[in-house]
């Protein structure tokens, strides 16, 4: 597909290795380039075609090697983002030196070569600069062949204040001043042959930990003045997660060190570029004595996450972008693994529950998308870093792994690494590997799953002693005809016999299954271990007798998604609102954090939904059912309770002080809070967020003031962000307003305004108000924020439920096109469609 599209780069000339030497200049924001790069060339060429943007060419020259060099003149093409190196004789194949000196900018839109800035201990505003270069950023840097598959070598080389620190992907060798400058030229080694949207620099004042040996990589963490003492958690997980990936993959680490550093200003989570990852502040840097458990779960995560790409993604990498799933769906995978080792009383597998339950309400749409499509520009893989991409991908994986056997799959993965490393591959390389390593049908299951859009609703009922499955898509919408989809489904199914329970797993291919079981049983459930991809909607007699086993035979996971399946099939209308209701009072003695996460999500979804009146209505049936859950675990932690448990704690008091209005909650949360500010230790870290919520939903300007104040002087990246965003949560008009102002004043920083910005107009108090603001804003914040915020932000809209507002949405919607996230825009109507739709069904409901 490469040479007939224009913003495609020819393969007439590849690249081997680059010699990049870049001297920033911090305050002027710009930086100047040299570049050596040694290429291949295929065909005889007279022009060779790199990718450049926002670059000033000063000199272009070429030479064979020995040979004399040849100037070129360059002509740029910034609608491709590329540059033409044309040469007077022709080049023949073979290996030929490229010359290019250039500059550029120091940007502040938080992609290719930026700035970030922050205030330091002394509160003097400093300046740094960083990268993000994935999808295709690079090209803002340097010269080069900006596609996943043109691998080479970078030697890279940062000519940099004195007294700054230079990182970039590869060990520094030399470090030499150069007199009269007081700059020092720091040299880095070579990297591996890898992709340039791997390649990183990172400029400024840092601190850095202790190296820990990670085998003979040196692993550190690295963070601006002040804030190096937030980096021992990291630490932990960083060299725990690295090795344990170097023995799951049975390939040791493939850098030669790796560092991990916080970027004051960063637009996604973190970025795994090889030896040098970078990460937003608060995904790796936190004080383990304040964090709640969530707060630290989240940097073990990232940090795992991130180090699982050291193979997933960078030793083997995908072809073009749309294997981007290769790369994000493993490496989220492989984080749940190496957390769930290294703090199995998370129970991290239990929790991916929910990020699972996530990736299925965005595929219950019509609008969804498969894992993978074609992708032909490379922006276009911007719409791909999304819950599909990323949670629907892991859950698949995972549902193969569980089906495939954990030791069998791990060896189909060794060698899909082994034969790739180096080198790049596409979604059919891994499925020749499993099923060479397996001998199982790995493709025709996965490619039911890869290929084809949404997820099937599995419908169980009982013949006598047959089971008869049948599957047909989900949808939340039931408009239109649906299309006859059919998903290779591994069903995993436990049921209960006279006492006895029987498991079975069985491939449910065609429309139906019928499955004779040597009893006839009491009860089945079936997504047993909660592994499997699809939602269960169960005959009434099988129904009823699940519920009548919720607590006795049911794990946590299985409880979770009987909660979350139906209050799936009750958005989609298969279910009432009363059943579901009925169900949830099922579970006055649920003990389980995840079960209790679905429940409060669902909550908050109702809210949104319902008018004052049944809000009323359905603020006394919360309250019932949420006040004896927190009387078992009372308010003061107890001897011996888990770190899940007091996670509970905090989201029950959180729930029935906002959602729920319980009066006496919401009192006792704000003396709980006064006494906080006073004596923080005094209360139970994992309340607090809790109390802050409530705080804010209750808050007046004094309270305001307060969290202001915090948000300006916190102490750690969490602290910062907590209360940043409970300022949106406050209910006043005028605080409301206070708070839109800031999302576009200058003060938050752009990382996070555009969340900032979704928070308010999900507060269904401040909705109204932050729709017209956002309105009347929309240009500045185009301009402002970083592009891969733009559609996060406006999933804010899915709260705007009601007709007047949706048909005020799409009005706008329809005249200003999210060109960063089409897919995820229609995503998001189709969202705030459902609700629409949910609250004129339900209008009659709930009104005594
Ligand atoms: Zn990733």
Redesign the pocket.
């Known amino acids: 597909m490469s040479e007939q599209k224009p913003y495609r780069l020819p393969t007439t000339v590849v690249p081997e290795r680059y010699e990049i030497k870049l001297t920033p200049d911090l305050s002027a924001a710009t930086f100047a380039g040299e570049e050596k790069v040694s290429i291949q060339v295929i065909e005889p060429v007279r022009q060779i075609v790199v990718n450049a943007a926002e670059l000033e060419f000063q000199a272009v020259s070429i030479r064979a090697p020995g040979g004399k060099p040849a100037r070129g003149n360059v002509t740029l093409d910034s609608e491709n983002e590329q540059a033409t190196f044309n040469f007077p004789e022709i080049l023949n194949p073979g290996r030929w030196e490229l010359q290019i000196t250039f500059s550029g900018i120091l940007n502040d839109k938080l992609h290719g070569f930026y700035r970030s800035t922050y205030k330091d201990p002394n509160g003097q505003e400093k300046t740094l600069a960083s990268t993000q270069f994935e999808s295709t950023d690079a090209r803002r840097a340097f010269p080069c062949w900006d596609e996943p598959a043109f691998k080479a070598i970078f030697q890279v080389t940062l000519v940099v204040d004195e007294k700054l620190t230079a990182i970039s992907n590869a060990r520094a060798i030399r470090q030499t001043p150069l007199p009269g400058t007081r700059k020092k030229e720091v040299v880095f080694a070579d990297t591996m042959k890898m992709s340039t949207y791997l390649v990183a620099f990172i400029v400024g004042e840092f601190e850095g930990s202790e190296p820990v040996m990670v085998g003979n990589a040196p692993l550190r963490v690295w963070a601006v003045p002040g804030k190096g003492h937030l980096g021992k958690f990291a630490l932990q997980i960083g060299s725990f997660s690295l090795s344990f990936f170097s023995r799951y993959y049975d390939i040791p680490y493939p850098g030669d060190k790796l560092d991990l550093i916080a970027i004051p200003d960063f637009a996604s989570g ?1 970025m ?1 570029n090889l030896g040098a990852i970078t990460f937003r502040e608060t995904a790796l840097l936190v004080d383990e004595e304040k964090a709640t458990r969530s707060e630290l779960e989240r940097v073990a995560d990232v940090v795992s ?2 180090n699982a ?1 050291m193979w997933f ?1 960078d030793l083997v990498t995908m072809k073009w972008w749309n294997g981007l799933w290769l ?2 769906a493993f ?2 995978f492989m984080e749940m693994l190496a957390v769930d080792a290294w703090k199995p009383e998370w129970r991290r597998w239990d929790s991916f529950t929910v990020s699972r339950a996530a990736a299925m309400q965005v595929d219950g749409l019509k609008s969804t998308r498969p894992i993978e499509f074609p992708v032909e520009r490379p922006e276009e893989a911007a719409g791909m870093f999304d819950v599909l991409t ?1 949670e629907k991908g892991a859950s698949v994986l995972r549902m193969l792994e569980q089906y495939l056997g954990d030791n069998a799959f791990r060896d189909g993965i060794r060698l899909y690494l082994r034969h790739h490393q180096y080198a790049n591959a596409e979604t059919t390389d891994l499925w020749d590997a499993l099923e060479e390593s397996t001998h199982q049908p790995a493709r025709a299951l996965m490619d039911s799953w890869i290929f084809q859009a949404g997820y099937p609703l599995l419908s169980v009922k009982k013949d006598g002693r047959e089971l008869v499955l049948s599957q047909r898509l989900f949808r939340y919408l039931q408009e239109g005809e649906a299309p006859d989809r059919k998903f290779h489904v591994p069903v995993f199914l436990r049921a209960g016999a006279k006492g006895r329970s029987i498991d079975k797993i069985v491939l449910l291919t065609d429309q139906e299954l019928r499955i004779e079981l040597s009893e006839d049983p009491d009860w089945v459930v079936a997504n047993a271990g909660g592994h499997g991809f699809y939602r269960v909607r169960y005959s009434p007699d099988l129904m009823a007798a699940v519920k009548r086993e919720l607590q006795i035979h049911l794990l946590p996971v299985e409880r979770f998604n009987l909660v979350n399946d139906t209050w799936a099939t009750t958005l989609a209308g298969l279910t009432s609102l009363t059943d579901y209701l009925d169900l949830m009072g099922l579970l006055r003695d649920e003990r389980d954090l995840n079960v209790w996460t679905t429940v409060i999500i669902s909550c908050h979804h109702l809210h949104r939904i319902l008018d004052e009146v049944q809000d009323r209505s359905f603020q006394e049936r919360i309250r019932a059912i949420f006040n004896p859950a927190l009387e078992r675990l009372t308010w003061a932690p107890r001897e011996g309770e888990t770190e899940l448990e007091r996670q509970l704690r905090g989201d029950l008091i959180g729930a029935l002080g906002t959602v729920g209005e319980d009066q006496a909650c919401q009192k006792r949360a704000r003396e709980l809070y006064a006494q906080y500010e006073k004596d923080p230790a005094s209360v139970e870290r994992n309340l607090v967020p809790a109390l802050v919520s409530i705080v804010a939903y209750t808050g007046n300007g004094t309270d305001y003031e307060k969290f202001y104040a915090r948000v300006k002087n916190a102490q750690t990246p969490q602290e910062e962000t907590r209360y940043l965003f409970a300022l949106g949560a406050f209910r006043q008009p005028d605080l409301i307003d206070r708070t839109l102002k800031m999302t576009i004043g200058g003060e938050v920083r752009t990382q996070n305004a555009p969340y900032l910005m979704r928070g308010i107009l999900l507060n269904k108090d401040a909705r109204e108000r932050a729709w017209s603001f956002m309105k009347t804003h929309w240009e500045e914040m185009l301009h402002r924020y970083p592009d891969n915020s733009i559609p996060r932000m406006c999933e804010g809209i899915i709260g705007l439920v009601s007709p007047e507002l949706e048909a005020d949405v799409r009005e706008f919607f329809a005249h200003h096109p999210v060109k960063q996230g089409a897919k995820q825009m229609e995503q998001h109507l189709e969202r705030l469609r459902i609700a629409v739709v949910c609250k004129e069904r339900w209008k009659d409901l709930l009104r005594t």
Do not use: K, P, S, V
């Open positions: 973190a795994e996450h991130e790409h993604g790369n994000e490496a989220t990323y």
